[in-house]
C-alpha cells in the first residue's frame, strides 16, 4: 500500500532520488539528506504506514523485516564493534516529520546521551 503524498513512499518507487545503502523486495534504507551523526541511514518498509503503533495495528511484521535490514547493513559496515543507535519518532512532539514509518540508524562517531534533559 502507497500513500500518493508520501516523500518516502516517493522515494520507493523511484520519483525521487536517493542513495541506497540497502534494498530488498520489503525494505528499503538510504543515507539522510540531514544526518545528525557520520553515518545516518533511514531504514522503511515499502509499504505505508504512518509510524510505530500503525505499523504495529496493521503488519507488525514489518518490524522484523526492517530490523533484519538493519542487521544485515550494521553488520556489513562493522558497525556492531563500536555500536549504533536506532531512533523512531512518533508523533509532531517526538520530531517526526514524515509520517511514513521509519527509523534512523546512526553510527560512526561517539553519539551525546539520549534526549535533551
Same mark, same amino acid.
Given at each position: &500500500? ?25 525494505? #528499503?534504507?538510504?543515507?539522510? #539528506? ?7 541511514? #533511514?531504514?522503511?518498509?515499502? %509499504? ?6 500503525? &505499523? ?55 553519539? %551525546? ?5
Amino acid at each position: &500500500m502507497k500513500n500518493a503524498d508520501c516523500i518516502f513512499c516517493k522515494i520507493v518507487e523511484g520519483k525521487i532520488p536517493s542513495t541506497k545503502v540497502f534494498e530488498n523486495d520489503k525494505v #528499503l534504507a538510504f543515507k539522510d #539528506l540531514r544526518p545528525n551523526a557520520s553515518i545516518h541511514y #533511514l531504514f522503511i518498509h515499502k %509499504n505505508h504506514t504512518k509510524d510505530v503503533n500503525d &505499523m504495529s495495528s496493521i503488519d507488525p511484521q514489518q518490524f522484523v523485516e526492517i530490523f533484519a535490514g538493519i542487521k544485515a547493513v550494521t553488520e556489513k559496515e562493522n558497525l556492531t564493534e563500536k555500536g549504533f543507535r536506532v531512533v523512531s519518532n512518533t508523533g509532531p512532539n517526538a520530531g517526526q516529520t514524515v509520517f511514513h514509518t521509519h527509523f534512523h540508524v546512526l553510527a560512526g562517531e561517539p553519539l %551525546n546521551g539520549f534526549g535533551s534533559r
